[in-house]
């Protein structure tokens, strides 16, 4: 006898089999999606994740700044100022401004890692008493540790330009750091700059880049020329950095005053510029090897920058080339390397 099974359609509900059944259950388990709707959910979970993104920045952002926001203090590799290291002695250059003198003289006695503050005074008149007196107590109030910085003045009246890299007795430090008194360097970035000197320490490492290049040649004598920041912006390289504000180590105060032939002292004497350009000379034919630039904002807080005045391009080049000329070589070497903080960048 057989037997007959009935099948209906879904839409048939007077009757179940077990095969129905199963495939219902399998449908409700696994729900297709349209691709309309897949593409929703797809372009809804990107949208989140940009958001995400976005607020996970704003958090890294607000944590970073957040110690300037609440005038929190961050602290610094102690190779800055452990007194093993030495820290650093901040000489300052300065011609008849003396209110822009005391405005550094201040800034930098409230720098951690400084050792020691001179002021290099190539003025016809010794400083008065009275500015003396007002500069020690300066050093004394900004100072932020219990080691006050030596103050003193280096007075060097006859020989113009060149004083300014005169030996100084009595140091305490290898590092110099070598500074006009209208340039203000923020001590955070003074201190990591100390620190790259510390690993490089035979070369210069500044904030003021500069470049040279051979520009022709006639009858076997080059002729150079000086770029200033726009050129070494736009050309991705430099040779030199200036000491307005650059570390260097103390033993070049001898190379430069001892070991430099006069006639180049004579010269600079006479023209009063481009001793910058002569301790560039010194270092790079004692090291050859480039220097080091270092990323960080620096303040020019004087009436006037000469690097802005009429024919200093003509001044410079003029330099640049008679100095060469005296020293009879060209030591200075070119790099594109720069020293950059991770604490103050995004990427690494």
Known sequence: MSTLIMIRSDADDGF??????????????????????????????????????????????????????????LHHASSVSSPSRGGYTVLINTWKQNS??????????????????????????????KLKTHLHKIVILKSQKAHKPNFRFDINAKDGSNSRFKPIKDLRTDAIFS???????????????????????????????????????????????????????????????????????????????????????????????????????VVANATVAPPVWVKGKIHEIGASDISNLRGNSHNRNKCLNDLISLYGTLPLVSTNVKAVSARNEWLW
């Open 179 to 281: 500074v006009d008194d209208d340039v203000i360097v923020p001590c955070p970035t003074l201190d990591f700059a100390f620190t790259v000197w510390q690993s490089a320490s035979s070369t210069m490492v500044g904030f003021v880049p500069r470049m040279h290049w051979l520009d022709k040649e006639q009858s076997n004598v080059a002729y150079y020329r000086y770029g200033g920041w726009w050129s070494v912006w736009w050309m991705g390289t430099y040779s030199m950095v200036l000491s307005k504000a650059a570390f260097f180590h103390r033993k070049y105060l001898d190379l430069y005053t001892y070991e430099m032939s006069p006639s180049i002292h004579n010269y600079i004497s006479r023209e009063r510029n481009c001793e910058d350009i002569a301790m560039s000379l």
């Open 100 to 129: 822009v003198l005391k405005q550094a003289v201040a800034h930098y006695a409230s720098c951690h890692g400084a050792d020691a503050i001179h002021v290099a005074w190539s003025e016809s008149e010794p400083p008065s008493e």
């Open 16 to 73: 179940n089999s077990p095969a129905k059944e199963k495939a219902a259950n399998r449908r409700n388990r696994s729900p297709l999606l349209s691709p309309c709707r897949a593409k929703q959910l797809v372009s809804a979970s990107k949208i989140k994740l940009l958001f995400a993104f976005c607020a996970f920045v704003i958090v890294f952002f607000i944590t970073s700044r957040l110690s300037s926001f609440m005038a929190w203090k």
